[in-house]
């Protein structure tokens, strides 16, 4: 509903439904199962299911399960969980790959009787050897002239189990002296003596990406088979494919500029190194940029989509400042997240002049221009807690610089009392333990009377009734502005101060109905939320999301 120039896909899709070229458009999003998505594929699947949307399509969710080797159900699961939390609905039943492998396998055959394919027996060396390079032509391999028939009973033994791993393969007969390396006799089918988490034990050979994924495309009726940057030069045979075979439609490839992060690395097999040797407390670890990461440290999928947005969609790369995506989070939770309070560093402050067992209950908006989101009601009694940084002793620094609680100043309980700082209790080291304090009458919503000026408003909780909770703090998972570049190893820029973890925090008594995963601001300090993993009902650990403002910004 914006005014926003179209990006070139949807140029593309616009055009071709003018033209009566489509009457209907079909995107997918392909991942393999082969690890958690992350902020990369949010992009993929933002983009797809957009197309989908804008157009009055349809988008499918398949899985590209063609390499059972690195391929598991956890990550199906995963991969759906995280596409509809984004808010997306894909057409009809997830598909799969694996269930057009009886297709497949005729096509194979098909190509075979064509004389367009055939089994070849070069080692994985020599056929590398044989394939040259970009400004040395390939030469033929010696098994590349033999008959249909033989083809045809090679084939078999491969499909039955007869050869070993890597023993032989299915390639096309194209063109050894192209420009263009993909299509120097591309392998079809590898051998994987491997089950399946779809198929089980039912095949021993797969087909490759390449003789796959078109194909797929085809079967589906996809229409416009978006894919990055880096398969363009394999555009060529996903045409000639298209081309030689008897496929039902005939979708056409385009492809965009992959999304990449600073400060972050989008790469399942990074990510999963990260994951099996222990960096990470997993897969959803908050500091991980794995959709199932950040959705665990408190991001909202509307931010996540406004990102994407934002950040549009290009034929060429270039990275992306990891502030703009965490600009939208906090753009996105000031707007939605309840107001709380939690002392991170509780320092008891006790109100002399309040009675010993009142309670008052102060009230106050869950979000201060949100009326819809009701109130809360905070108890205020003569023991408190304030954060041991909102109080000083130093009368010497300045209004300006210090806006909270000076030894014989005033300063505003958010939503409460106006207090001064009557005296600082130490221990034997000279520690303060414990302010005396005196509220203010009648400061409660009002301005005190002339001649008081608080220095600020701070945070508090009731120190009789609040919550003990554990708060995890979070930095940058990497020092490094590029932590893979080059040949940087990125687990050398690992941040060893990513993760600070505070116990004995004080949080307001309303947060015991804190929702996982449900972000709130905590007034002052940031937006956090319960952890979905560490929380449990006699303890309450929360995330930190996002801090207030941008602390990297220089
Ligand atoms: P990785 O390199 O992390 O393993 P991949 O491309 O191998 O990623 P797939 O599961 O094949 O992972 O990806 C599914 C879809 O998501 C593909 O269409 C792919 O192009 C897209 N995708 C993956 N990474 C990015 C990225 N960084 N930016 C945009 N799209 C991406
Ligand atoms: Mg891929
Ligand atoms: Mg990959």
């Given at each position: ?228 940057l880096e398969f363009a030069d394999h555009r060529p045979l996903y045409e000639w494919f298209i ?312």
């Amino acid at each position: 509903a914006t005014s926003k120039p179209l990006n070139f896909l949807e140029q593309i899709i616009k055009q071709d439904l003018e033209s009566g070229k489509t009457s209907k458009v079909i995107t997918r999003f392909p991942p393999e199962p082969n690890g958690y998505l992350h902020i990369g594929h949010a992009k993929s699947i933002c983009l797809n299911f957009g197309l989908a949307e804008t157009f009055g399509g349809e988008c499918n969710l398949r899985f590209d399960d063609t390499n059972p080797a690195k391929e598991e159900l956890e990550y199906v699961n995963a991969i759906k969980d995280d596409v509809s939390w984004l808010g997306f609905h894909w057409a009809g039943d997830v598909r799969y790959a694996s269930s057009y492998f009886d297709t497949l396998y005729e096509w194979a055959l098909h190509l075979i009787r064509e004389g367009k394919a055939y089994v070849c027996h070069l080692t994985a060396d020599e056929a590398r050897e044989h394939r040259g390079w970009a400004t040395k032509p390939g030469k033929d391999s010696p098994y590349r002239e033999r008959s249909v028939d033989e083809n045809l009973t090679e084939f078999e033994k491969m499909r039955a189990g007869e050869y070993d791993e890597g023993a032989c393969s299915l390639r096309a007969k194209i063109d050894m002296t192209s420009s263009n390396m993909n299509l120097r006799d591309p392998m079809l089918y590898r051998i994987r003596k491997q089950s399946h988490h779809q198929t089980g034990d039912k095949w021993c050979i797969y087909p490759t990406y390449d003789f796959a994924h078109g194909q797929e495309d085809a079967i589906e009726g996809v229409t416009h088979s978006i894919c990055t940057l880096e398969f363009a030069d394999h555009r060529p045979l996903y045409e000639w494919f298209i081309e030689n075979l008897p496929v039902p439609a005939q979708p056409v490839q385009y492809e965009f500029a992959r999304l990449e992060l600073n400060y972050t690395v989008t790469s399942k097999r990074k990510l999963k190194q990260l994951v099996d040797e222990g960096h990470v407390d997993g897969w959803n670890d908050p500091r991980m940029p794995t959709i199932s990461g950040m959705r665990r440290r408190g991001y909202t999928p509307a931010s996540l989509r406004n990102f994407c947005d934002m950040i549009g969609v290009t034929k060429s790369g270039s990275t992306i400042d990891v502030g703009q995506l965490e600009f939208c989070v906090r753009d996105d939770l000031n707007n939605c997240a309840p107001r709380a309070m939690c002392v991170l560093d509780p320092l008891k402050v006790t109100i002399r002049n309040m009675p010993d067992a009142e309670v008052q209950l102060m009230t106050q908006a869950v979000h201060p221009n949100r009326d819809e989101m009701g109130s809360r009601e905070l108890p205020f009694s003569r023991d408190l807690y304030i954060d041991r940084s909102d109080f000083t002793e130093d009368t010497s620094l300045s209004r300006k610089k210090f806006k909270r609680l000076v030894l014989g100043e005033y300063v505003r309980l958010r939503g409460a009392y106006v207090i001064k700082a009557d005296e600082a209790v130490k221990d034997e080291q000279g520690n303060i333990i414990e302010v005396i304090a005196s509220l203010v009458e009648g400061t409660v919503g009002e301005n005190p009377p002339e001649g008081i000026k608080p220095r600020g408003v701070i945070h508090w909780v009731d120190a009789n009734d609040s919550l003990d909770c554990e708060v995890r703090l979070y930095d940058r998972l990497f020092n490094d502005a590029a932590p893979d570049a080059g040949d940087k190893n990125f687990l050398d820029v690992l941040n060893p101060d990513s993760l600070k973890i505070l116990t004995g925090c004080k949080a307001e008594k309303s947060l015991a109905s804190a929702a996982v995963e449900q972000a709130y601001q905590f007034e002052r300090e940031g937006y956090f939320c319960l952890d979905s993993k560490l929380a449990s009902a006699d303890k309450l650990v929360f995330n930190q999301t996002i801090g207030l403002k941008d602390n990297w910004a220089n």
